[in-house]
């Protein structure tokens, strides 16, 4: 069956970096377009980063532009995001998901085919 599976979150201070990893199987990983969303408690679910199927093309959302990396290596069937500079703010759990685009504006979560579970991210300040 489809599975993605994020790893890497965890506790930071602010300032910090985390490298959250995200394997998929069961489905074609290099015909989709990766993307990682996040959702804080109380706020609706984002995009923060999203790269296309051959890693080509990619996506920030503004307040993590310059902080944040997305890359993928189809030969492992994995997806990561790298967060350096993290603010208390970027404190969310982060999911993985795979989509038929690699950009969705406005409506992002149409594309989405698979999901992962979610990782929490906490930033201390």
């Known amino acids: 069956q489809v599975q993605l599976v994020e790893s890497g979150g965890g506790l930071v201070q602010a300032g910090g970096s985390l490298r959250l990893s995200c394997a998929g199987s069961?489905?074609?990983?290099?015909?989709?377009?990766m993307l990682w969303f996040r959702q804080a408690p109380g706020k609706e679910r984002e995009v923060a980063a999203a790269?296309?199927?051959?890693?080509?093309?990619?996506y920030y959302t503004d307040s993590v532009k310059g902080r944040f990396t997305i890359s993928r290596d189809n030969g492992k069937n994995t997806v990561y995001l790298q967060m350096n500079s993290l603010k208390p703010e970027d404190a969310a759990v982060y999911y993985c998901?795979?989509?038929?685009?690699?950009?969705?504006?406005?409506?992002?979560?149409?594309?989405?085919?698979?999901w992962g579970q979610g990782t929490q991210v906490t930033v201390s300040s």
């Open positions: 790269i296309s199927w051959n890693g080509g093309s990619t």
């Open positions: 069961g489905f074609i990983f290099n015909t989709y377009a």
């Open positions: 998901a795979a989509g038929t685009r690699y950009f969705g504006a406005p409506n992002w979560e149409k594309n989405i085919r698979y």
